[in-house]
């Protein structure tokens, strides 16, 4: 009698299909308040697993000393920005206290993942929630600071912004607290080191989730 097991399945069991490397790949986002440490998180985790691909966004805010169009973000005017809209060539865009607006491009995004490949955003959370529409199966991360004390902190430290700047992001962050329930994770970014350690452990552990690897019927 022939036992008939997983392996003697070439190709086409369970097993083949479970083991198999998933088709797609993951939509990171990582979000929260601004001032909350972000984008050092983030070239942290992209220093750590250097296999993750970082969507460049768009923006209308000036570029900073030493900031690159292209590298940090493409830098556009409001006219320009706009119809990228129109067009629909955006995930997702939102418009910050500044007025200054921000978006991710989509084309880039969706033939990424196509290719197998996991996409990280770091953007903030009016962005994310828009994401979470289009694409409910990514992977959600709101950084949260130790405390609001500190955010203050974080943000007068930055001296990129005014005391009424300060001010308004605060706000938004209190709001912003909020939306936490929508999100997967919460990662308290109090060290960097350990942060970045969080994000590297949801994303190993995301990429063995049974769900992403046997492909839904
Ligand atoms: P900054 O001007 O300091 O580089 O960024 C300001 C804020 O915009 C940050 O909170 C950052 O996460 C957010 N941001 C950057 N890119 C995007 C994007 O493509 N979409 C959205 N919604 N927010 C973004």
């Known amino acids: 009698m022939e036992i008939k097991t997983a392996t ?31 984008g050092t998180l983030v070239q942290e985790l992209l220093r750590r697993r250097p296999e993750l691909v970082m969507s460049i966004s768009v923006t209308t805010r000036p570029p900073r000393a030493g900031e690159e169009d292209g590298v940090h973000y493409f ?26 607006y921000y978006g991710t491009p989509r084309a880039f995004v969706e033939e990424a993942i196509a290719q ?13 929630i828009q994401v ?6 990514g992977v959600y991360i709101f950084l949260l600071p130790p405390t609001m004390e500190e955010l203050e902190a974080r943000l007068e430290k930055r001296q ?18 909020n939306f936490l329930p929508l999100y997967d994770y919460q990662v308290v970014n109090d060290d960097i080191t350990a942060a970045a350690g969080k994000l590297e452990a949801i994303i190993l552990a995301e990429r063995c989730r049974v769900k992403r690897r046997l492909p839904q019927r």
């Open 132 to 137: 979470k529409e289009r694409w409910p199966h």
């Open 75 to 100: 830098f556009r005017t409001e006219d320009e920005f706009m119809l990228l809209v129109q067009n629909d060539d955006l995930l997702e865009y939102a418009q910050f206290v500044t007025g200054l």
């Open 8 to 38: 003697s399945q070439t190709g086409t069991g369970p097993l083949s299909r479970a083991t198999r490397s998933p088709q797609k790949g993951m939509l990171i986002v990582v979000s929260g308040p601004s001032g909350v440490g972000k």
């Open 160 to 177: 990129t912004e005014a005391a009424e700047a300060i001010r308004q992001r605060l706000t938004v962050a209190v709001d912003e607290l």
């Open 116 to 128: 197998g490949q996991d996409v990280l955003l770091e953007i903030d959370v009016k962005g994310a």
